[in-house]
């Protein structure tokens, strides 16, 4: 009886070693072949997206047998995860991939190459979409992501704060000095309502399009920065007059995010891309109160740019299910598929001439601006190593918005630190 | 002879079931944590490459650039400031809570179970129902007080707003281990004490603080140790845009920055190091200091 007793205890702590290590074993790399009925998980970072997908998703595996699950991981934790997962072998399927990150991935051999499999495609039409947006996700003549969406920037306004300041809405044919009037008439003086809000990271969204209209630049036909282009010093300090006259304080933009403030009528226009759509139609205060115009030219050059960007669908390169992780990338490539990705309003496809679809995915706004705004598109800048200037370069321009240091000083140090670094890429 | 054999046997066995016994927590803190730490230790001498691969050895270039780095200077005065704080409060405050509840009155549990529930939550839900109360537009604490303070943006105080979190979120786990504590002081001290005609204070200050002084000792290293960890709080509430971030990030914050979004692991481990040196260097301290007021009976 004593010995039994004995012999259970020692097989119940082996047991608990033994689960103690799989805890953080986890499932490791794939056996060459793989299982071709396997199923996918499929990751991506916005929740506003999640459903339409999933429906994308649930189609593609009626046609094909092999099931796909969409999980959502949000942005800031989003990349931490993926590269943990490409460091110790366990990564989603398939997945988004971003310009900020996408060289890293492919010069790691981590994503699948689809070369091959794209070339051989006979349902593909790889000349429907955008030369920028292809290049971003080719690495030494290779293909590692083929492009998912595109987006533009356009400006949400409050409608009720129109009204009730008098204001006609806009209709597209502003410019940013009548922008800023505008602005001024809607902030209060008591700080209830501020004409307009962004922060230094609202970058894509907000004032590189300025940048760009008022004929500046981010990076340079050199490929360094652009921040000692007189003209982005002159765009940037427009900015900066609107931080101080226009905006709420810095501190209260940073603590609740531009686009609650927007979504709580403290503000009543922002800059926001085209991602956000799916999410502002289920606020019902967006809804109700806010319509979209198109972003406002430049008197000078006359231009209204918008930056543009667009996903790519990449797949890990140690998958279990690699002909199972192409067969959806094609899937959500095909014509049908990035029209249903636009009818459902998940977002603007990059397949060209089908985002139509897109703008009547919804009668609470009108969304043509964005639309629109494809008349005149730079492409997101980036280089080989974009996050390691990008970052420094939002840090550095809080300093501005808190009004510790003026706007020239910050585009001088944020020239040096993009030319240091962008010299270390070579 | 025959005792003295089994006596052995015993003693074997005794010897033999106790490593079987922690044998898996040994595994556990031999491949989770010992094992991670000279490997952090190794990498601090590289400059990493992406994911792992291509790893340049570079000697002491990151000591030395950490050691001209204002930024993790000022980590480390933000880290020493919360734990200032968030130490002495949160065990002064369990301390009371412990002795207050350690007695027979109506509803001690239920008492014990509000305090302790903070511990149950998950904290980054912790830390987003706080950054909403903190919040100077539409926060709670605002709101009932009629003031208008920047909480947590306001560079001055945000790292005590959040060192406030952290008090909340752990009295209830040091009130626990107190209340534990307080179990084994025997009643008749307490008795002889008020027949000396000793009141309440008296009592709590020259029976219960010294009789508790072990688990004061225990609880003490290590909150020390986890304050300054502090990490959690302070990458949920913080916005990077948010201008009191500087004055607020932690050395853990720092070695996340580095290591997990500018994707620098060498230098991140190396200012990981640094953490490593300070704990290290005050948990020796604190363990000199306890002969001077710590009573073991």
Known sequence: ?426 | MGTIKKGTTRERNEFVWGWAFIFPTMLGLIILNIIPIFQTIYQSFFKTGDFGKGNIFIGLDNYIKMFGDAEVWQSVINTFKYAIVEVPFSIAIALVLAVLLNRKMMGVSAYRTIFFLPMVAAPAAIAMVWRWLFNSEFGLLNHIFGTNINWISDPAIAVFAIAVIGIWSIIGYNMVLFLAGLQEIPRDYYEAASIDGATGINQFFNITVPLLSPTIFFVTITRVIGGLQVFDLIFMVMDKNNPALYKTQSIVYLFYQNSFVENNKGYGSTIVVLLIAIIMVITVFQMIAQKKWVYYN
């Open chain 1, 1 to 426: 009886m004593k010995r039994r007793n004995k012999i259970l205890a020692l097989s119940l702590t082996a047991a608990m070693a033994v689960t103690g290590l799989a805890g953080c074993g986890g499932s490791g790399g794939s056996a060459g072949g793989g299982d071709p009925k396997a199923g996918l998980t499929v990751a991506i970072w916005d929740n506003g997206q999640q459903k339409g997908l999933q429906e994308i998703c649930n189609a593609f595996t009626e046609a094909t047998g092999i099931p796909a699950q969409v999980q959502v991981i949000e942005w800031n934790s989003y990349w931490t995860l993926l590269e943990a997962g490409a460091s110790g072998g366990d990564m989603p399927d398939v997945f988004w991939m971003h310009s900020n990150e996408a060289v890293k991935y492919m010069s790691n051999d981590i994503l699948l190459d689809l070369t091959d499999k794209v070339a051989a495609s006979t349902v593909l039409e790889m000349d429907k979409f955008p030369e920028d947006l292809k290049a971003m996700y080719q690495w030494e003549g290779k293909t590692y992501a083929l492009p998912k969406d595109m987006d533009t920037i356009a400006v949400w306004y409050n409608k009720t704060l129109f009204d009730e300041a008098g204001i006609p809405y806009p209709d597209g044919s502003w410019t940013w000095d009548e922008f800023y009037e505008i602005a001024q008439k809607l902030t209060k003086d008591d700080g209830s309502v501020y004409g307009f809000a962004a922060n230094p990271s609202n970058e894509q969204d907000t004032w590189m399009n300025i940048v760009y209209t008022m004929g500046g630049c981010v990076l340079n036909d050199q490929g360094m920065s652009g921040f000692d282009d007189p003209k982005t010093i002159a765009a940037m300090e427009f900015v900066d007059k609107m931080v101080h006259t226009v905006m709420p304080p810095a501190s209260t933009m940073s603590e609740t995010g531009t686009d609650v403030l927007f979504g709580s009528g403290k503000v009543a226009m922002i800059t926001q891309g085209s991602w956000m759509v799916a999410g502002f139609k289920d606020n019902e205060y967006i809804a109700e109160h806010a319509d979209v115009a198109r972003l406002p030219k430049d008197a000078a050059t006359g231009r209204s740019v918008s930056l543009y960007n667009g996903l790519g669908w990449a797949a890990s390169k140690s998958t279990k299910n690699p002909e199972g992780a192409y067969q959806l990338i094609e899937w959500f490539t095909t014509k049908d598929m990035q029209q249903k990705q636009a009818e459902l309003g998940v977002t603007m496809a990059a397949y060209e001439g089908v985002s139509d679809q897109w703008v009547n995915n919804t009668d609470k706004f009108n969304l043509t601006p964005y639309l629109e705004a494809m008349d005149d598109v730079v492409f997101r800048p980036s280089t080989k190593s974009t996050l390691a200037w990008w970052n420094p370069m939002v840090e550095e321009l809080k300093k501005p918005w808190n009004g510790e240091e003026d706007m020239a000083t910050a585009c001088a140090n944020i020239t040096a630190i993009m030319n240091e670094k962008i010299a270390e890429e070579k």
